[in-house]
Nanobody, 122 residues
Framework: QVRLAESGGGLVQAGDSLSLSCAAS????????MGWYRQAPGKERELVAT???????NYADSVKGRVTISRDNAKNKVFLQMLSLKPEDTAVYFC????????????????WGQGTQVTVSS
């Protein structure tokens, strides 16, 4: 299976920046897309940003212009650079990977990390 470990969370003030990292290990051949999701207390988990194996990115409207997702395929890592953080960005941030499509022999399930807490104070 794919194992994911997030790091880089912490407590920051509004307007500050923060960078998150996620390292994948295990069956990394079973990684296609990678992404970041977040979940605030009492809220549903939501997409923040995704990036394909080819480098195509997608961002939630709430973070466009403030967030950059990138990946290092050789190192099996994905990063999230966040600028101008707002209190509403406070959440647990999760790393996620999705397997390749048909033609591969990987389990058809996403892999999730355990999350890293980001708290933005006003």
């Amino acid at each position: 299976q794919v194992r994911l470990a997030e790091s880089g969370g912490g407590l920051v003030q509004a307007g500050d920046s923060l960078s998150l990292s996620c390292a994948a290990s295990g069956d990394t051949i079973c990684i296609s897309d990678m992404g970041w999701y977040r979940q605030a207390p009492g809220k549903e988990r939501e997409l923040v940003a995704t990036i394909t194996s080819g480098g195509s990115t997608n961002y939630a409207d709430s973070v466009k212009g403030r967030v950059t997702i990138s990946r290092d395929n050789a190192k099996n890592k994905v990063f999230l650079q966040m600028l101008s953080l707002k209190p509403e960005d406070t959440a647990v941030y999760f790393c996620r990977t999705d397997p390749p499509g048909l033609g591969y022999v990987c389990p058809p399930f996403a892999s999730w990390g355990q999350g890293t807490q980001v708290t933005v104070s006003s």
